[in-house]
């Protein structure tokens, strides 16, 4: 590969993905109180365990974009070594890290003013945009140039689907996305909602079903309905530290479509302080989002 693909943490590609392809991440933070943490370190393995535990127990908990000291850190080494980047970014409806990764690279364009420097807003979030990377990283090592990947990506990118169930209304409720009154109401008569991210890049409800099996095989009605049925397809999986729920879908879309190709991974704590425990996210190649 003639250039560099970077990408930030709330991609959430595993951590043997990331190994595979060398690829470098630009971290987002999460606070629990008032100590800091990086949601992604190069070199340690990934598990949110402890993290969900404690905002099981409704520790406070918030998130910041990435910094223009992280940014800078991934970023202008790989300028000053003089190889092109692409940086595939976090929606910029959900979050100000693909507007300071852009200003960044808008910075080192003036110092590398032969480079390419590109950036694409992936208008998805966790492995949604784990996967519009994952597509990148295995086009470019077929060969393709970096303008040939920027098309692509930016040309497929809405056929990256993405569907969402939440267990916990609360935290929904804490990021302001759902009315205290709703809340209650869901969690009192076992409701669960059906999420996906549109074509703004937004996090939007779909619909509500009542129990959360009912929830986990929406997704795979919905994934039935919208997925290209082209083998090999990739396909990923986050959860909130719900294992065993994200086996079942799993292995539900296995039985009911055929498709081997499954990744698992946490969903990460940035995206995690609001979406909560018990949060599981489907992503695949569809007709359209």
């Given at each position: 590969m003639k250039f560099e693909i970077i990408t930030d943490s709330s991609a959430n590609l595993t951590d043997?993905?990331?190994?595979?392809?060398?690829?470098?991440?630009?971290?987002l933070s999460y606070f629990i109180g008032e100590e800091e943490y990086l949601s992604y370190k190069e070199g340690v393995k990934t598990d949110y365990s402890e993290f969900y535990a404690r905002i099981r127990k409704k520790e406070e908990a918030r998130t910041s974009l990435a910094?223009?000291?992280?940014?800078?850190?991934?970023?202008?080494?790989?300028?000053?070594?003089?190889?092109?980047?692409l940086y595939i970014g976090f929606s910029s409806a959900l979050s100000g890290t693909f507007q300071n990764v852009s200003n960044c690279m808008q910075?080192?364009?003036?110092?590398?003013?032969?480079?390419?420097?590109?950036c694409v807003d992936s208008l998805s979030a966790s492995m949604g945009e784990g996967l519009l990377v994952y597509h990148a990283l295995e086009l470019a090592q077929r060969g393709a140039?970096?303008?040939?990947t920027l098309e692509w990506v930016e040309n497929h990118k809405m056929n990256i689907c993405q569907w969402f169930t939440v267990d916990d209304l609360f935290f929904l409720k804490r990021g302001g996305r759902l009315s205290g009154a709703?809340?209650?109401?869901?969690?009192?008569?076992?409701?669960?909602?059906?999420?996906?991210?549109d074509e703004e890049g937004r996090l939007v409800m779909v619909s509500k079903v009542k129990g959360r099996k009912k929830s986990l095989n929406a997704l795979i009605e919905h994934m039935e309905e919208t997925v290209v049925k082209i083998k090999?397809?990739?396909?990923?999986?986050?959860?909130?530290?719900?294992?065993e729920d994200a086996q079942y879908?799993?292995?539900?879309i296995k039985e009911k479509l055929g498709l081997e190709d499954i990744e698992i991974n946490y969903v990460d704590p940035v995206i995690g302080v609001h979406s909560g425990p018990g949060t599981i996210a489907?992503?695949?190649y569809g007709k359209t989002r």
């Amino acid at each position: 590969m003639k250039f560099e693909i970077i990408t930030d943490s709330s991609a959430n590609l595993t951590d043997s993905l990331i190994e595979k392809y060398d690829l470098k991440i630009i971290s987002l933070s999460y606070f629990i109180g008032e100590e800091e943490y990086l949601s992604y370190k190069e070199g340690v393995k990934t598990d949110y365990s402890e993290f969900y535990a404690r905002i099981r127990k409704k520790e406070e908990a918030r998130t910041s974009l990435a910094n223009y000291e992280e940014c800078m850190r991934v970023l202008r080494p790989i300028a000053e070594s003089g190889r092109d980047i692409l940086y595939i970014g976090f929606s910029s409806a959900l979050s100000g890290t693909f507007q300071n990764v852009s200003n960044c690279m808008q910075e080192l364009r003036t110092k590398h003013p032969d480079q390419k420097l590109l950036c694409v807003d992936s208008l998805s979030a966790s492995m949604g945009e784990g996967l519009l990377v994952y597509h990148a990283l295995e086009l470019a090592q077929r060969g393709a140039t970096i303008e040939e990947t920027l098309e692509w990506v930016e040309n497929h990118k809405m056929n990256i689907c993405q569907w969402f169930t939440v267990d916990d209304l609360f935290f929904l409720k804490r990021g302001g996305r759902l009315s205290g009154a709703a809340a209650l109401a869901g969690s009192l008569l076992e409701i669960k909602p059906i999420l996906h991210i549109d074509e703004e890049g937004r996090l939007v409800m779909v619909s509500k079903v009542k129990g959360r099996k009912k929830s986990l095989n929406a997704l795979i009605e919905h994934m039935e309905e919208t997925v290209v049925k082209i083998k090999p397809q990739k396909i990923f999986i986050a959860h909130g530290d719900c294992l065993e729920d994200a086996q079942y879908l799993a292995d539900g879309i296995k039985e009911k479509l055929g498709l081997e190709d499954i990744e698992i991974n946490y969903v990460d704590p940035v995206i995690g302080v609001h979406s909560g425990p018990g949060t599981i996210a489907l992503f695949y190649y569809g007709k359209t989002r």
